[in-house]
């Protein structure tokens, strides 16, 4: 009986290993060949007048046809360590109102098999930590709908424009 136990342990254990190892090498929910890839990093508006700091991001479309984009940033409100990072959703319900265009401070079009990028103001105070959190909803080839949720580490000093990368993951 305990050997079927500590058999049943050890396989759990090796499945979970195996799940974030897929998770962390880029299969994540509802990726397909060929769906776009979303960086980002922090910098400064450049704007003498403008305290707040923007978010650069870079979307690569690797598809055959032209995808929709739409940007929000904003403070991240939970510490670092609660927070779960990047994550990607494709909801089934695509009409509702926080998924249409006006919901989004930058909207833009990635033509086919070409990068863009893109420069998102961040809504409301900076944050004091650092932390902010990127949204972007990535409208695809066959009316797929993906919603990243990617937090955007950095300091942000307002009298510098200088950019601190995030780690750019493959989506």
């Not at 776009?36 to 479309?61: F, H, I, K, M, W």
């Not at 739409?70 to 509702?96: H, Q």
């Amino acid at each position: 009986m305990l050997g079927v136990v500590i058999v049943v342990l050890v396989s759990l254990l090796a499945m979970s290993v195996f799940a974030m190892g897929m998770l962390r090498a880029g299969l994540r929910n509802g990726d397909q060949l060929g769906d776009a890839t979303v960086a980002a990093s922090l910098a400064g508006s450049g704007q003498p007048d403008e305290s707040r700091p923007v978010v650069l991001v870079r979307v690569r479309n690797p598809g055959e046809v032209p995808l929709l984009a739409g940007f929000r940033a904003r403070r991240r409100l939970i510490p670092g360590w609660l927070d779960p990072g990047m994550s990607v959703r494709v909801p089934r319900r695509t009409s509702r109102r926080r998924l249409r265009a006006a919901a989004y401070e930058v909207v833009g079009v990635v033509p086919a098999d070409e990068d863009a990028e893109f420069a998102v103001p961040v809504t409301g105070p900076p944050s004091p930590a650092g932390r902010y959190l990127l949204t972007a909803v990535l409208g695809q080839a066959g009316g797929r709908l993906r919603v990243f949720r990617l937090p955007v580490p950095g300091r942000y000093d307002p009298g510098s424009i200088v950019m601190t990368r995030s780690r750019p993951r493959v989506m």
